[in-house]
């Protein structure tokens, strides 16, 4: 388990009437639009000249934002402590290999995606703005990386997505023979199905998700490395691989987990990090150092990592610059501040509670130090019985916000893919793309310092399928409570609009009808929820110009708690389910 424990297995989303039925989903061919070239050298603020000063001023405000009555970003709270991970890895799912070619595959080895491929991409697409080139974006040195946890890739066996082991094992709470009946299930989401592939599937997966990154504009993935041998350990070379062959330019950032490596030796680690960090793909600052950033840095002394270091480079001449990522910064920063060229921390899962990000980089930046910001869109964890209320797309927004307004030099998202955890900006069968593309529309910004024109009017749909206080009628006996610091529970459906003009936004919730009249530019509405389905449509002139529906039902009777908030665009179709 990893401190107060952040990393956990896959968590599937359980509604009521799956019991005994099979899941039938189908593969969303999706991609983002645009491509952005990661930067592969690390913007040093101290010496490009680039503002380094106290940004902590005025919390960025979106174009012609309003937040739609409900405030989330000015809510006041007890500041929580940083949440950590648990590490708790799933079985290993028995192996089996399907034949079959996803459309698009290229053999291993293969010609690379090349920028004429993503420009097609780029030129229309499912976001409001259009993301600008590669060359734009990378242009500040500023970088964001997602969080890979290597337990949940696309796919576990091969398998047919509707009997997959997530199907069979971890979206249900009689997988994996009942050990997860106490707590409903181990996920309440999975990654976005894969049909069976043929040849190396697993890179081929893995490919996949490089490039569903890079087209949403992200630089790279922080690697968790949760094991020194075995699947987990198999995945992390296979992932460099796929980096390097998919873009040179999207590079993997070595983050040894020190809540979950079972060793006291510093040589041990130091081997270790040293054959990933050998990869074209690893991170590496301009100058050739090696970025290591462990989880909980503060498992160890300064010492200890220290000999560390020393190994790496005395024994297999790596250079290495450590971004040590702190569970407790204020307890631990100063002591390590000799070893680091920076400082990240894994923040907190709610709305309320950031205004001290603003302190940290403050205070990173004072220290001579880069910051990694934190950057998140919820957290609920089934079988550790603990969530946070992340107020719809609140946290999302308000975490961006902040690494915006702070003036932070990287961004990690927590997390590309921890199911267990429900982190997830990875695109779901229960979220789509929602996510990762309100996340490229604020990466932008955070990038290249502007507000990216809409051009197209999107609305963004997302609330529950449950009500916060209804109690599961099933066997599930284990339930999540709100963790402390987190902002209180809500029910509510939010409408978040990206309008290019005024319009009047309509929507219907259960049986309710509504209708408001909606700004130009980006507002967020919020609805009491009620049991049935939900949806919005945009309408300007007598013409509809945008509209979205979440296809789950919200219903008073749960078999399963899940608080996890689902997500629907209308710029993308959703994700086929049940």
Same mark, same amino acid.
């Given at each position: 388990?990893?401190?107060?424990? &952040?990393?956990?297995? *896959?968590? &599937?989303?359980?509604?009521?009437?799956?019991?005994?039925?099979?899941?039938?989903?189908?593969?969303?061919?999706?991609?983002?639009?645009?491509?952005?070239? $990661?930067?592969?050298?690390?913007?040093?603020?101290?010496?490009?000249? $680039?503002?380094?000063?106290?940004? *902590?001023?005025?919390?960025?405000?979106?174009?012609?934002?309003?937040?739609?009555?409900?405030?989330?970003?000015?809510?006041?709270?007890?500041?929580?402590?940083?949440?950590?991970? $648990?590490?708790?890895?799933?079985?290993?799912?028995?192996?089996?290999?399907?034949?079959?070619?996803?459309?698009?595959?290229? $053999?291993?080895?293969?010609?690379?995606?090349?920028?004429?491929?993503?420009?097609?991409?780029?030129?229309?697409?499912?976001?409001?703005?259009?993301?600008?080139?590669?060359?734009?974006?990378?242009?500040?040195?500023?970088?964001?990386? *997602? &969080?890979?946890?290597?337990?949940?890739?696309?796919?576990?066996?091969?398998?047919?997505?509707?009997?997959? !082991?997530?199907?069979?094992?971890?979206?249900?709470?009689?997988?994996?023979?009942?050990? &997860?009946?106490? !707590?409903?299930?181990?996920?309440?989401?999975?990654?976005?199905?894969?049909?069976?592939?043929?040849?190396?599937?697993?890179?081929?997966?893995?490919?996949?998700?490089?490039?569903?990154?890079?087209?949403?504009?992200?630089?790279?993935?922080?690697?968790?490395?949760?094991?020194?041998?075995?699947?987990?350990?198999?995945r992390c070379e296979l992932l460099l691989q796929a980096a390097r062959s998919v873009d040179p330019d999207f590079t993997i950032m070595l983050m040894p987990d020190m809540t979950s490596l079972k060793t006291d030796d510093p040589d041990i680690l130091a081997d270790a990090v040293a054959a990933l960090g050998a990869s074209p793909a690893a991170h590496r600052l301009g100058d050739g150092r090696l970025v290591v950033s462990p989880f909980k840095a503060e498992e160890k002394s300064p010492g200890w990592w220290s000999r560390m270091l020393k190994s790496l480079e005395a024994r297999h001449g790596i250079r290495t610059a450590f971004v040590p990522l702190f569970l407790d910064f204020d307890a631990h920063h100063e002591q390590f501040a000799p070893l680091s060229y920076g400082y990240s921390e894994w923040g907190s899962r709610s709305y309320v509670g950031q205004q001290g990000a603003a302190r940290d980089v403050r205070r990173a930046h004072e220290a001579g130090k880069i910051w990694m910001q934190p950057v998140s869109v919820q957290d609920t964890r089934p079988n550790q019985g603990v969530y946070d209320e992340a107020g719809n797309t609140a946290t999302l927004r308000t975490t961006w916000n902040r690494a915006i307004a702070d003036g932070a030099d990287w961004v990690q998202l927590t997390t590309w893919n921890d199911y267990s955890e429900g982190t997830h900006f990875a695109p779901s069968l229960h979220n789509g793309h929602t996510y990762l593309d309100l996340t490229s529309y604020y990466l932008t910004r955070f990038k290249t310092g502007a507000w990216p024109k809409i051009v197209r009017d999107t609305l963004y749909l997302t609330s529950r399928t449950q009500f916060a206080g209804a109690r599961p009628t099933g066997g599930q006996s284990r339930v999540m409570s709100l963790r402390k610091g987190s902002a209180a529970a809500r029910d509510t459906v939010e409408v978040l609009s990206f309008l290019t003009d005024r319009a009047s936004v309509r929507t219907q919730v259960g049986a309710a009808d509504s209708a408001y009249d909606a700004p130009a530019g980006v507002h967020a509405e919020l609805l009491p929820l009620r049991a049935g389905t939900s949806s919005a449509q945009a309408v300007r002139g007598g013409r509809t110009t945008a509209q979205v529906e979440l296809p789950y039902a919200v219903e008073h009777r749960v078999e399963v708690q899940d608080l996890q908030y689902y997500g629907a665009t209308s710029g993308r179709d959703a994700p086929a389910c049940c």
């Open positions: 388990m990893r401190g107060n424990s &952040h990393r956990r297995r *896959a968590a &599937h989303r359980r509604r009521s009437g799956l019991r005994g039925r099979r899941l039938s989903l189908l593969m969303s061919g999706f991609l983002l639009i645009g491509l952005c070239v $990661a930067a592969g050298v690390a913007w040093d603020p101290f010496r490009s000249g $680039a503002g380094t000063g106290d940004a *902590a001023g005025p919390d960025i405000v979106e174009p012609r934002a309003v937040q739609g009555g409900s405030g989330p970003e000015a809510s006041a709270g007890a500041t929580p402590g940083a949440t950590s991970r $648990a590490t708790a890895s799933p079985s290993a799912p028995e192996e089996k290999a399907v034949a079959g070619r996803q459309p698009g595959d290229a $053999a291993e080895g293969g010609k690379r995606d090349t920028d004429e491929d993503a420009q097609k991409v780029r030129r229309t697409g499912p976001m409001p703005f259009d993301l600008p080139s590669p060359a734009a974006l990378k242009a500040s040195g500023k970088l964001v990386f *997602a &969080h890979y946890f290597t337990p949940y890739p696309l796919s576990l066996d091969n398998a047919r997505p509707d009997r997959d !082991y997530y199907s069979r094992n971890y979206l249900t709470p009689e997988g994996e023979k009942g050990k &997860h009946e106490e !707590y409903g299930g181990l996920l309440r989401d999975r990654p976005l199905p894969v049909e069976p592939r043929g040849g190396n599937w697993e890179l081929a997966n893995l490919r996949q998700e490089v490039r569903t990154a890079r087209d949403a504009g992200l630089d790279g993935f922080t690697l968790d490395m949760l094991s020194l041998e075995g699947k987990n350990r198999e």
